[in-house]
């Protein structure tokens, strides 16, 4: 009999059968589970269901060893895997399961969950088509799209969650908000973000609020939503829970509103202004290093550059560095570009493509050369990456709002 850590071992008839499994699942694998079948994988579904993942893929990977045909082991320790982070070990088992139940509707759906999670839009897209039609492989197609920049498509994903065929569906009503916000509907997506505000205190959604009423031209009103967020952040923690959940998003996100303060004031042609709101986020803060980086673009645009982008330090993430090395000098516009395309996922490219747009525009207009700032502004553009203020500064410049 296998040997097991203390307190971490199956019944003896529960091992048995596994034993006796090991030698049945030689053939197809039937979509039913078998009482014996059942009895091997229910140790694991209870422990995956109870959150005690380490004792779950002990069970799971023991089972495996011993019956290597079973494709409900495979799925189960698939999804242990996913809520461990693993997500090549999981799309590996998940593979094996679809191996042995090609038809597998739930393997499907997860495994298109997982690709989704890791970057492969193309294949999250293709398993859920034929995962079958449900309130969650929607959401995924959906959502695999969008990061494909095909929000016209996405849309149609979100208008049937939206209408109601699978009951009250309020997961569908941000990225639904997002579409029409990508697609010019800015006016549109903003009310749907003041729901979402209301019902759910999604932070993205106060991002896009304040970001789709900047683009709109409604500055002052997103002042005020931004001071309201300031003012509700700096207040001490509510005791009832769910107030307590609200406060914490804002309060812990407090920052993104001071930059996001910051590009209202950027939209405004007020550079100065926006500089010294920068000016307020520490150099540890998750913000720091885009507000380097916006701050060196607003003191170009005022015809006061300094040092202090130099200055700063080197950004954690790598193309923030490769940006920080093009405002300062030291790579060209075209390598710049160039440099948009060393990555294999397609939003990131997407994301990179924006901002060198936008940066590569500021230099440009802050040197005189309007027509070379814009046609880098409609690369920007191009991208629909709709939550960077980037791109929502970019659209401002070219004079875009949203109807």
């Known amino acids: 009999m296998p040997s097991f850590p203390p307190g971490r071992r199956f019944v003896l008839p529960v091992i048995r059968l596994i034993v006796v499994l090991s030698g049945l699942l030689s053939g197809v694998h039937a979509f039913a589970l078998?009482?014996?079948?059942?009895?091997?994988?229910?140790?694991?579904?209870?422990?995956?269901?109870?959150?005690?993942?380490?004792?779950?893929?002990?069970?799971?990977?023991?089972?495996?060893?011993?019956a290597p045909q079973l494709a409900e082991a495979y799925e189960e320790r698939a999804q242990i895997l996913r809520a461990t982070g693993d997500l090549p070990g999981a799309r590996r088992d998940l593979d094996r399961v679809l191996d042995l139940q090609p038809k597998s509707r739930t393997a499907l759906a997860l495994r298109a969950r997982v690709r989704l999670e890791q970057s492969d839009y193309e294949g999250a897209i293709a398993d859920a088509a034929v995962a079958g039609r449900s309130e969650e492989m929607l959401n995924v197609h959906g959502e695999a799209l969008m990061a494909l920049n095909r929000y016209r498509e996405a849309l149609e994903d979100f208008k049937i969650l939206r209408g109601g065929s699978f009951g009250p569906?309020?997961?569908?009503?941000?990225?639904?908000?997002?579409?029409?916000?990508?697609?010019?509907?800015?006016?549109?997506?903003?009310?749907?973000?003041?729901?979402?505000?209301?019902?759910?205190?999604?932070?993205?959604?106060?991002?896009?609020?304040?970001?789709?009423?900047?683009?709109?031209?409604?500055?002052?009103?997103?002042?005020?939503?931004?001071?309201?967020?300031?003012?509700?952040?700096?207040?001490?923690?509510?005791?009832?829970?769910?107030?307590?959940?609200?406060?914490?998003?804002?309060?812990?996100?407090r920052d993104e509103a001071v930059l996001l303060s910051a590009v209202?004031?950027?939209?405004?042609?007020?550079?100065?202004?926006?500089?010294?709101?920068?000016?307020?986020?520490?150099?540890?803060?998750?913000?720091?290093?885009?507000?380097?980086?916006?701050?060196?673009?607003a003191l170009l645009r005022s015809?006061?550059?300094?040092?202090?982008?130099?200055?700063?330090?080197?950004?954690?993430?790598?193309?923030?560095q490769v940006v920080r090395r093009y405002l300062l000098g030291g790579i060209s516009d075209k390598e710049l570009l160039a440099?948009?395309?060393?990555?294999?996922?397609?939003?990131?490219?997407?994301?990179?493509?924006?901002?060198?747009?936008?940066?590569?525009?500021?230099?440009?207009?802050?040197?005189?050369?309007?027509l070379a700032a814009s046609l880098l502004f409609e690369k920007a553009a191009a991208t629909r990456m709709i939550s960077l203020p980037e791109y929502i500064l970019t659209q401002i410049a070219l004079g875009k709002a949203g109807n």
């Open 169 to 253: 569906n309020t997961n569908s009503r941000f990225p639904y908000a997002l579409c029409l916000f990508a697609l010019g509907d800015v006016a549109g997506a903003v009310p749907w973000f003041e729901t979402e505000i209301t019902d759910g205190g999604l932070i993205e959604a106060h991002r896009m609020l304040v970001l789709g009423l900047c683009l709109l031209g409604r500055h002052d009103e997103a002042e005020k939503r931004l001071a309201s967020w300031m003012e509700t952040a700096a207040k001490p923690a509510p005791t009832d829970d769910y107030d307590r959940y609200l406060w914490t998003s804002l309060h812990d996100n």
């Open 339 to 370: 440099k948009t395309e060393d990555t294999t996922d397609f939003a990131e490219r997407r994301r990179r493509e924006c901002e060198a747009g936008f940066y590569a525009g500021q230099k440009r207009l802050a040197a005189g050369d309007d």
């Open 34 to 66: 078998t009482e014996s079948e059942w009895k091997a994988v229910r140790p694991i579904r209870e422990a995956r269901l109870a959150d005690d993942l380490p004792r779950a893929l002990l069970y799971a990977n023991n089972v495996i060893k011993l």
């Open 303 to 320: 015809g006061h550059p300094d040092d202090g982008l130099k200055n700063a330090g080197e950004p954690k993430d790598a193309w923030t």
């Open 264 to 297: 209202v004031r950027y939209a405004r042609a007020d550079f100065t202004g926006a500089v010294a709101v920068l000016d307020r986020i520490e150099k540890g803060s998750d913000q720091a290093d885009q507000a380097r980086l916006l701050r060196h673009a």
